[in-house]
């Protein structure tokens, strides 16, 4: 160092969670119209030649999806997924990040909510992400509820187990925690299938009422690096259950009939509900919560659990 030189301060901003920044990922993707994979932690939108109204679609879409105020110079200032979910754990520190699951277990407590009211039990996708829209969830509705969130602990080996043992192993944490029904199991896209079997076996304990958001069909193809995690050594075949089972889905969704199909084979009509047009796709993924928070409310309401 020389004379003239300032010595390096350490920043004063908190590191982002890991799920913010690929959340942020996300949406640099959909705003530039290009796949996830093509986006990275570091991707600059103005080296990507995002105009003025892209940027102010997304300063919204982030203020609207976390409940905050970012200053209007946000992007300019954080132009990267990485930077972006920096500066928002800076105005949401109240917030606390997901953690990984404690050892041997599967189960995250998102959110804290009222005392009393039943919890949600959340089984999210191919990734976490939407354990954190599930969190923000849970504190927009009312009253606010818990939740709980199932997810693939990766500090444990993989196991060449099916769903019905892995789902099995699950339903024992629920029933430590949770042991009295009625359960309540909201699941999207991946995890739909997997909790249609934990909603079964739930549902030969006390009443289950299950939601299905933009359910998957089981026995899809999966990436590589979630299929062997969830779905163990087979393609799982749906069975009839007990629970009460709904259904939501955003609009366009691709091949919508065709995934609810295997369901209401076994199971017969599914009552499904399906989001306005003006709804981005798949809004259940770091989408605006405003959308959806109607239609849980609407579905906990149904199902007698609204206080």
């Known amino acids: 160092m020389n004379a003239n030189s300032s010595p390096t301060l350490p920043s004063l901003r908190p590191e982002p969670p890991e799920e913010w920044v690929l959340l942020m990922q996300q949406y640099w993707a959909d705003l530039l119209e290009v796949s996830y994979e093509e986006v990275g932690p570091r991707t600059d939108l103005f080296e990507r030649g995002a105009d003025s109204f892209e940027l102010v679609y997304l300063h919204t879409r982030i203020e609207a999806r976390f409940e905050i105020t970012l200053p209007d110079h946000a992007l300019i200032e954080a132009p990267t997924p990485w930077e972006m979910a920096q500066m928002i754990a800076e105005h949401a520190r109240a917030h606390e990040p997901l953690s990984i699951p404690p050892p041997g277990k599967a189960m995250l407590r998102v959110s804290q909510g009222e005392p009393g009211l039943l919890p949600l039990i959340v089984m999210p996708g191919g990734d976490r992400v939407f354990l954190i829209d599930a969190g923000w969830l849970s504190r927009l509705l009312q009253p606010p509820r818990t939740v709980l969130g199932i997810t693939a602990n990766r500090d444990l080996p993989l196991q060449d187990q099916w769903v019905e043992q892995q789902a099995a192993l699950w339903v024992e944490e629920i029933l430590s925690e949770v042991p009295q029904g009625p ?101 259940f993924i770091g989408g605006p919560m405003r959308y959806i928070v109607p239609e849980v409310q609407r579905w906990l309401d149904r199902v007698g659990a609204g206080r």
């Open 183 to 283: 359960w309540l199991v909201l699941s999207i896209c991946l995890g739909t299938c997997l909790a249609w079997e934990v909603a079964g076996q739930l549902a030969t304990h006390g009443p289950t009422h299950l939601l299905l958001l933009d359910p998957m069909q089981p026995g899809a193809e999966t990436p590589e690096n979630v299929g062997p995690r969830w779905f163990g050594s087979r393609e799982y075949v749906v069975r009839p259950i007990d629970a009460e089972v709904s259904a939501l889905m955003s609009p366009n969704f691709l091949h919508r009939e065709k995934r609810l199909a295997p369901f209401e084979a076994a199971q017969g009509p599914i009552p499904l509900r399906i989001l306005p047009e003006e709804v981005p796709a798949h809004a």
